[in-house]
């Protein structure tokens, strides 16, 4: 199994709900975990800290409409915006009192705190993914049971093929076009692969049919076959 070992969401509206969860299940777990109770405490403040943040935030973005990274202010500091410097809290008497200042190292104590909890060995999985510092477990990908996923659309009166290659080569393109028996066109080892073969004489028209199978890096044919998908091709003067 693949899996991402430490998780943070994405900042902004996910931070607050995450963190408050984090510091829940710290101070339920504490003995547990080996966190002392200064070091939950500090959990409860920067959670508080955050809420407030987080008001003052959303106030910003009523008077100002301007997006600013939540994360980023609190740790870090944001440069581009000296309203908000990271030693000092905007006064809005509306959110009650202003939390004391953030720490300079306080992002890196709470990754610190972040990666205890995702490797401690007396807690499970499940319990380390309620807490948010474990994704959920990601399958290798098993490349006999790939199905590419083909889609093919006319641009200009040619057909343009579009599949994503994720970790293979490229793919196998084979074309019906009801004169012939299916033919290969070859390899493609782009994304998108545009047929430019011109229509047999006197034709305007003519419906083709694709199905494509994904190559290795030895050119070897991997998974199933693609659903067929037929298009109308015709001459443009």
Same mark, same amino acid.
């Given at each position: 199994?693949?899996?991402?070992?430490?998780?943070?969401?994405?900042?902004?509206?996910?931070?607050?709900?995450?963190?408050?969860?984090?510091?829940?299940?710290?101070?339920?777990?504490?003995?547990?975990?080996?966190?002392?109770?200064?070091?939950?405490?500090?959990?409860?403040?920067?959670?508080?800290?955050?809420?407030?943040?987080?008001?003052?935030?959303?106030?910003?973005?009523?008077?100002?409409?301007?997006?600013?990274?939540?994360?980023?202010?609190?740790?870090?500091?944001?440069?581009?915006?000296?309203?908000?410097?990271?030693?000092?809290?905007?006064?809005?008497?509306?959110?009650?009192?202003?939390?004391?200042?953030?720490?300079?190292?306080?992002?890196?104590?709470?990754?610190?705190?972040?990666?205890?909890?995702?490797?401690?060995?007396?807690?499970?999985?499940?319990?380390?993914?309620?807490?948010?510092?474990?994704?959920?477990?990601?399958?290798?990908? !098993?490349?006999?049971?790939?199905?590419?996923?083909? &889609? #093919? /659309? @006319?641009?200009?009166?040619?057909? =343009?093929?579009?599949?994503?290659?994720?970790?293979?080569?490229?793919?196998?393109?084979?074309?019906?076009?009801?004169?012939?028996?299916?033919?290969?066109?070859?390899?493609?080892?782009?994304?998108?692969?545009?047929?430019?073969?011109?229509?047999?004489?006197?034709?305007?028209?003519?419906?083709?049919?694709?199905?494509?199978?994904?190559?290795?890096?030895? !050119?070897?044919?991997?998974?199933?076959?693609?659903? &067929? #998908? /037929? @298009?109308?091709?015709?001459?443009? =003067?």
């Amino acid at each position: 199994m693949e899996e991402n070992k430490f998780y943070w969401p994405p900042p902004e509206a996910d931070f607050p709900a995450w963190q408050a969860n984090f510091t829940d299940f710290v101070d339920t777990n504490s003995v547990v975990l080996g966190f002392t109770a200064e070091e939950v405490l500090w959990l409860k403040a920067e959670k508080d800290a955050t809420a407030y943040l987080d008001k003052v935030i959303a106030e910003l973005k009523k008077r100002y409409r301007d997006c600013v990274n939540l994360r980023n202010i609190q740790y870090l500091g944001d440069p581009d915006n000296p309203a908000l410097p990271l030693a000092n809290w905007i006064n809005m008497p509306a959110f009650a009192t202003p939390p004391a200042a953030v720490e300079p190292n306080a992002k890196a104590k709470l990754d610190g705190m972040v990666k205890r909890v995702a490797t401690c060995n007396d807690i499970t999985r499940e319990q380390k993914r309620s807490a948010g510092v474990l994704s959920r477990e990601r399958k290798k990908l !098993n490349p006999n049971e790939v199905t590419p996923d083909l &889609k #093919v /659309t @006319v641009v200009n009166g040619q057909a =343009v093929l579009d599949c994503p290659l994720r970790s293979f080569k490229g793919y196998t393109i084979y074309v019906e076009d009801g004169i012939a028996p299916a033919v290969s066109l070859g390899n493609s080892t782009a994304r998108k692969y545009i047929d430019e073969r011109p229509l047999p004489a006197g034709v305007q028209t003519q419906q083709r049919s694709y199905i494509i199978q994904y190559v290795g890096n030895k !050119n070897e044919a991997v998974g199933h076959l693609s659903m &067929k #998908v /037929t @298009v109308a091709v015709m001459r443009i =003067v």
